[in-house]
């Protein structure tokens, strides 16, 4: 890597530093961004919001256009092969096959790969958020949530699905754990795009939850509503956590080199 690329990436880690500890300088640098994504947001609802969806190929544009923006979002904020943006190349790989698991499960026959696709995108998300630090009550605490979500669910499951299920339950509560255990208050070393990550963590939880318990145990009022909203959110706030992920890369390349 040339000295000029360094500097160049010194410069966008010092700018994403301060954009990222102040919220209104956040909405100020992404605002203009994230207006495509909260149009397509809009057009979704207001074209779908009754839960009148159907399986044909414009719900399924539709449908994924707002994750669609956030890949541009993502792309637009800074995107190479250095070790600097190895962060948001891991979050734009979980939103691609995010997309993909999106137009999968417009048709309930794909439901299984639908899953497949997000289960990729759970895996990626958690790798982007690393491993450090631990944190293991966190992590003790979404085991002990996810062991009673499939306790709850298991005895709607039959065959392939109660592996599917486990294994999917698996992966995105390890992935609310490393996003959560990202934000460190205690130590001043918490920003407001982490933040944004762990809030959107929480969102993505809470919507496959309500699909879940929506297509296996009992219907839930406003599913749809509650689903999507969540899900539209959660793919924001994670969307967001890369404004300040070459930080991170810098300080664990300073770490390793120290």
């Not at 909203?229 to 810098?250: C, H, N, R």
């Amino acid at each position: 890597m040339s000295v000029e690329a360094h500097i160049l990436a010194f410069r966008q880690i010092v700018q994403g530093y301060s954009i990222s500890k102040s919220p209104l300088l956040l909405v100020k640098s992404v605002g203009p961004y994230l207006v495509p994504f909260f149009k397509t947001v809009a057009i979704f609802f207001v074209l779908f919001g009754d839960d009148s969806r159907d399986e044909s190929i414009f719900y399924c544009i539709v449908k994924c256009l707002p994750v669609i923006s956030l890949i541009v979002f993502v792309l637009l904020h800074g995107m190479n092969l250095t070790e600097y943006y190895r962060y948001s190349r891991r979050i734009l790989i979980g939103l691609i096959f995010s997309c993909f698991g999106d137009a999968f499960l417009v048709w309930p026959d794909y439901f299984e790969v639908g899953i497949l696709m997000f289960a990729i995108a759970q895996f990626s998300y958690a790798r982007a958020f690393g491993w450090r630090p631990m944190k293991i009550l966190h992590g003790l605490g979404f085991a002990a949530v996810g062991a009673l979500v499939y306790m709850f669910l298991a005895p709607a499951l039959e065959g392939i699905m109660l592996y599917i299920v486990a294994a999917y339950i698996t992966l995105i509560c390890t992935m609310a754990w490393r996003a959560v255990a990202r934000v460190e208050f205690y130590n001043d070393l918490w920003t407001w795009t982490k933040l944004c990550g762990c809030i959107g963590s929480i969102a993505f939880v809470i919507s496959d939850l309500t699909i879940a318990i929506n297509k296996f145990r009992c219907p839930v009022p406003f599913q749809h509503q509650i689903v999507m909203l969540t899900y539209y959110a959660a793919q924001m706030g994670i969307s967001l956590s890369v404004v300040d992920s070459p930080i991170d890369e810098l300080l664990e390349k300073t770490l390793k080199a120290s």
